[in-house]
């Protein structure tokens, strides 16, 4: 299953725009066809004389994915009060994909060689990607983008420093937010290698990656790539903080913030454009309507009890029954956020599940970070640092719905701790068989004696 997983690990981190057909039902890529083929297979093997899946009792990665197709299986029962039909069957459809990506890797992944190959082949695909951005933003040459809506001022041709990479992707802040997920693959791989040749290769690949973030223009994306770095950063500093050294630093932030504000004042306005009181405006800003859509989510949410709109029922609602305007510069009506579209569109239940795989994956990866092995250590450290800056940068991005490869990078991770699980519970069975031949020698010398 090994060339399986590849194909479909390459065919989503390469981009899945790049051999896609267009049908009038759907588009058709090779990562959607293996990942429908995916729930067949594994039906075909569990049917086998000899069963060759494995799940791990008492395990994080398990008690995930069990948390994962809980949440599928409420967020599709929304059928019952969706009000779009054709929003719920696309965005169940998608959904179905990535969880069937998810599923392959869970059960098809079981040793950390396999692991670190798959990605591997992940950190080859999209470092093509970054290879691409570089072209775009040197060369002026775009295939997938609008020129128009990318080049709103049209200053790309006459003026290079202010082209953007983008890609196959939607908008460049998609694009950012891939990159965040390719310097973490960057990082794991270096700490897995040992040819001094490939870490240069990986550590430039890592600065390659940034400066495209921040060519992107992606604001929250460029913060999150100095999160990234802070937060790893310290998983080689041991700090012995006491109460009064956080009651400093606490200090230390609300003077540092006050004096911003105060040099700058300008910041305050900023902020408070961020809510909208119904007074006239003569354009709302990107980040108004930004608000304004998470303030109407939240509406909808009270209105439906908690239950959520359905499905893929978001944006139907925006148009029908918007409260707060979300018209800028054009209407805008999809949430731009990944935790309130599951919230409101899956509702309080479905999102409660999440968060909650969400946070064992956390929790477990952490410990891992402090337990294992230098190289698994420093990677469960990168991941654990990802999925930290991952809360905020899925907000940037329109639809992470729609987003493939993000599906599959959280199978990734989810396969690493399961990996994980059976290395180390294989390590703990070797140290009992060697205490339990311990105690049997020590009988056998005091019962001759």
């Not at 909650?356 to 991941?383: C, E, M, N, P, T």
């Amino acid at each position: 299953m090994y060339v399986y997983l590849l194909i479909l690990v390459c065919s989503v981190f390469l981009g899945t725009e790049i051999f896609a057909i267009q049908t009038p039902v759907a588009q058709v890529t090779i990562y959607r066809i293996f990942a429908l083929c995916t729930i067949p297979l594994l039906i075909y093997q569990v049917t086998r004389p000899k069963q060759q899946l494995k799940v791990l009792a008492n395990s994080t990665a398990t008690n995930v994915l069990v948390c994962f197709i809980t949440w599928w299986i409420l967020a599709s029962s929304s059928i019952l009060w969706a009000v779009s039909l054709k929003g719920w069957f696309q965005h169940l459809f998608l959904m179905s994909i990535g969880m069937s990506g998810i599923i392959a890797l869970y059960f098809w992944v079981n040793d950390l060689y396999t692991w670190k190959r798959l990605l591997s082949a992940a950190w080859v695909s999209s470092t093509g990607l970054v290879v691409w951005g570089f072209f775009e933003i040197l060369t002026n040459v775009y295939v997938f983008a609008d020129l128009n809506k990318l080049d709103k001022y049209h200053t790309f041709t006459s003026q290079p420093g202010t082209r953007i990479p983008i890609t196959h992707f939607e908008n460049q802040n998609d694009f950012a937010t891939m990159l965040l997920a390719y310097i973490a693959m960057c990082l794991i791989m270096y700490y897995y290698s040992r040819s001094n040749v490939r870490r240069i290769i990986y550590a430039l690949s890592f600065m390659a990656a940034s400066y495209l973030i921040y060519r992107s223009g992606s604001r929250l994306s460029l913060i999150c790539l100095f999160i990234f770095i802070i937060i790893h950063a310290f998983s080689y500093i041991r700090l012995d903080f006491k109460i009064k050294h956080y009651l400093m630093l606490g200090l230390t932030a609300v003077v540092g913030v006050s004096s911003i504000l105060w040099l700058k004042p300008s910041l305050i306005t900023k902020v408070t454009d961020l809510f909208y009181f119904g007074h006239q405006y003569q354009q709302l800003s990107g980040d108004t309507v930004r608000m304004n859509l998470w303030r109407n989510g939240l509406l909808f949410l009270g209105e439906t009890f908690g239950l959520g709109v359905g499905l893929g029922n978001v944006e139907t609602w925006m148009l029908e029954n918007a409260f707060w305007t979300t018209d800028g510069q054009q209407l805008i009506v999809n949430m731009h956020n990944w935790w309130l579209e599951i919230l409101v569109g899956h509702g309080l239940i479905a999102f409660l599940v999440y968060v909650l795989a969400y946070g064992l994956l956390l929790i477990r990866l952490y410990q891992f970070a402090l337990r294992s092995s230098k190289a698994s250590a420093r990677s469960a450290h990168v991941l654990f640092s990802f999925m930290i800056i991952f809360i905020f940068a899925s907000i940037t991005s329109a639809n992470n719905m729609l987003i493939e490869w993000h599906w599959l990078f959280f199978g990734l991770i989810i396969s690493f701790v399961k990996c994980c699980e059976l290395k180390r519970n294989v390590s703990d069975k070797k140290v009992v068989g060697k205490l339990s031949g311990y105690y049997v020698n020590k009988w056998k010398e005091k019962v001759y004696l």
